[in-house]
């Protein structure tokens, strides 16, 4: 005999999760359910309930079978602000459903039916709906088919053949690849199993993520989440449920990647790589490293997981689908939905018709309203400084500068042009250059491009007469001249040995700045002009608005 469901919330919720025959129950019943998850566990769903208490209230829908365990449970979160009803983990879980006994198609209408009666006028948002999920039983459920829709998404993955991955890592290229990075130390691969490992590791790995994140897509996951690194931490305290492996030389991290696993599926989560090292492929690398542990590990398929990146049709050699559940709460909100989509579809097949792709056109205009807004103007020349290299300099104590600290980089991009910023930041480092921020937090970024290439290449704002290593935006960081001669003494002593000379622009402060260049051994050696400067600078100075 089964009862009906019933919805469990605030103390009640909270006591149910503390109940360990309840959560043995559940873990029970997903080892029951065909189509169950890792993130519709009960180890998943109680971490992100602890680490989400303040925004979340958990709320669970739970029909219970004859010896008073669950026979169906769907758990889910309302959001404390009135948002829409979310499955457990938000945006951080994959997947999204109900778990019930198999061929049970009477669950999933009686939660949502239930759930609407709690959470009058509030939409219900399943995101991504695993395969495998009874929805006929939703679209033909009486009161809820006329409001639910269920959007198809194609899902990449990649199945795990241990000969074709050995074959992979066995090409030229590849192989070449490690040997370079090998150059920067000994190269090991390995998984990390516990919370302390991680923790050892993670700041590095959310500077990556953050980075790439900020400049591709104008979002910092974990710094605009202070809860992000508890709940991965706590997800590490569960063995077996976060898979996470890291790829190092000697000291350095190449890359990482965090995903929750099942028994036979590692789903892609946090993947990160080093933009210093990035010619070199070491996120692709990573996979592949990946791809034969999991194979060796049992691991059937990596799930690549929707999202439409190219990378991951470059990985996958398989495809099926997943659905988006929403049920609104009325039949004339789902209409008013699909009207926009209808609208936005048929403006950018008109934008396309002639040429355009609406997308980078987007990008373009924020971009230009942006640098107007930031005060970019172009120079018709600037002054241009060298001092020839190798050449002993003492090197100051204290150092005034950090060398390469992205986590500086993030703090100080100004959120009205963060991506632009970042991007650039982003492709200054993977283009060799390396990044100088002042000691003290004051100031904007200085940029050394460390390799002996023209200048003019990669980017840069102006053209030499020969090769030689360059030093970007040097008066940024600067709170005073008299610091200035500390921070030019330690780019001297970090800069390679195997460029010719050392150039710098001064596209402002030239006078004062160029007596104390001259101190330095530098001359002045014609003039450039330069592709534009920035009033205002994209990176703000510790404590500005």
Same mark, same amino acid.
């Given at each position: ?166 074959? #992979?890592? /066995?090409? %030229? ?11 920067? /130390? ?10 302390? /490992? ?113 990378? %991951? ?31 936005? /579809? ?33 120079? #018709? ?165």
């Amino acid at each position: 005999m089964t009862h009906a469901v019933t919805v469990l919330r605030g103390d009640e919720a909270h006591d149910a999760l503390d109940d360990p025959a309840f959560l043995e129950g559940w873990e029970r019943l997903r080892a029951a359910c065909p189509w169950a998850t890792a993130f519709q566990s009960a180890p998943f769903a109680t971490a992100w309930y602890r680490a989400y208490r303040h925004r979340w209230e958990p709320v669970l829908a739970v029909r219970s079978g004859a010896d008073g365990r669950p026979d169906g449970l769907l758990a889910m979160g309302a959001g404390r602000d009135g948002s829409v009803l979310t499955s457990a983990g938000g945006h951080q879980a994959e997947y999204h459903a109900w778990i019930a006994p198999p061929d049970d198609t009477t669950f999933g209408p009686a939660a949502l039916a239930a759930l609407e009666r709690v959470f009058p006028g509030r939409a219900i948002a399943l995101r991504y709906v695993p395969p495998g999920v009874p929805l006929a039983s939703i679209v033909d459920a009486e009161g809820l088919g006329a409001r639910a829709e269920a959007v198809l998404h194609r899902r990449p993955l990649m199945r795990l053949n241990p000969a074709t991955i050995e074959q #992979s890592l /066995g090409k %030229k290229g590849n192989r070449s690849r490690l040997n370079r990075l090998a150059r920067a /130390g000994r190269i090991r691969f390995e998984r990390l199993t516990t919370p302390e /490992g991680l923790d050892h590791v993670f700041d590095a790995v959310i500077a990556q993520y953050d980075l790439r994140q900020g400049a591709v897509n104008d979002v910092l996951p974990f710094r605009s989440d202070a809860m992000k690194r508890a709940f991965h931490l706590a997800l590490m305290e569960v063995p077996g449920l976060l898979h996470v492996t890291v790829l190092w030389a000697g000291e350095e991290l190449l890359a990482a990647h965090l995903g929750v696993a099942d028994s036979h599926t590692v789903h892609w989560g946090i993947g990160s790589h080093s933009p210093f090292h990035a010619r070199h492929s070491p996120g692709k690398l990573h996979v592949l490293l990946l791809a034969r542990l999991l194979a060796d590990e049992g691991i059937a398929v990596l799930d690549l997981t929707p999202g439409g990146d190219p990378w %991951k049709e470059r990985f996958s050699n398989e495809h099926d689908t997943v659905r988006e559940l929403t049920v609104h709460p009325t039949a004339a909100a789902l209409t008013a939905v699909r009207r926009r989509r209808r609208l936005r /579809g048929a403006a950018k097949a008109a934008a396309r018709a002639v040429g355009i792709d609406p997308a980078a056109a987007r990008r373009t205009a924020t971009a230009g309203v942006r640098r107007l807004a930031n005060g970019v103007r172009a120079v #018709s020349a600037v002054p241009l400084y060298r001092r020839s290299l190798p050449a002993a300099v003492t090197r100051p104590e204290p150092e005034p500068l950090r060398r390469d600290r992205i986590e500086d980089l993030l703090a100080a991009a100004d959120r009205a042009a963060r991506r632009e910023a970042l991007a650039d930041a982003l492709r200054r480092l993977e283009d060799g250059a390396h990044l100088y921020t002042s000691a003290d937090g004051q100031g904007a970024p200085s940029w050394l491009l460390a390799t002996p290439a023209p200048i003019g290449a990669s980017g840069a704002r102006f053209a030499a007469p020969e090769p030689g290593a360059v030093l970007y935006d040097a008066t940024r960081c600067v709170s005073d001249g008299a610091a200035f001669d500390g921070q030019l003494r330690q780019i001297l002593a970090d800069a390679p040995s195997t460029a010719p000379c050392l150039y710098v622009a001064l596209p402002k402060h030239g006078e004062q700045l160029a007596r104390r260049l001259a101190a330095h051994g530098f001359t002045r050696c014609g003039t450039v002009r330069a592709r534009r400067t920035v009033a205002a600078p994209w990176f703000r100075a510790a404590g500005d608005p």
